[in-house]
């Protein structure tokens, strides 16, 4: 059961970035085919880094307790996929508000 701990936690915070795009309409929730291909490709573009770091010998996997201990590849757990995803949403709703935030601010007249 421990060993799930990880992956449901990236599930949790990818829920609630979710949550919190859907609030505010910003990513998944403004263009869902402009999303899912960003996603996709950033997704794909970091799994590329991250199996260029493997073949390198950089990237290494750990022995965590609260990982599942299932790889799709050597050194690359089943929680990488899922931690990129979570990576992708997190950058594209913290920039999608920033620049809602931002144009606001210009509409009001400020800097």
């Known amino acids: 059961m421990s060993g799930l701990v990880y992956l449901g936690c990236l599930l949790v ?3 609630c970035m979710l949550l919190i795009d859907r609030r505010f309409g910003l990513f998944f929730w403004r263009s869902p085919a402009a999303a899912a291909l960003v996603t ?6 970091l ?3 991250d199996a260029a770091g493997i073949a390198a010998g950089i990237f290494l996997r750990g ?7 299932i790889v799709l590849a050597p050194e690359l757990p089943l929680e990488e996929p899922v931690f990129l995803v979570f990576l992708v949403l997190c950058t594209m709703v913290l920039y999608t508000g920033s620049a ?4 606001a601010r210009r509409e009001r007249g400020g800097r």
């Not at 996709?40 to 573009?45: L, N, P």
């Not at 022995?63 to 201990?69: D, L, R, Y």
């Not at 809602?100 to 144009?103: F, P, Q, S, V």
């Open 13 to 15: 915070g990818i829920g």
């Open 40 to 45: 996709a490709a950033g997704v794909t573009f």
């Open 47 to 49: 799994l590329l880094w």
């Open 63 to 69: 022995q965590a307790q609260i990982a599942s201990g």
């Open 100 to 103: 809602r935030l931002l144009e």
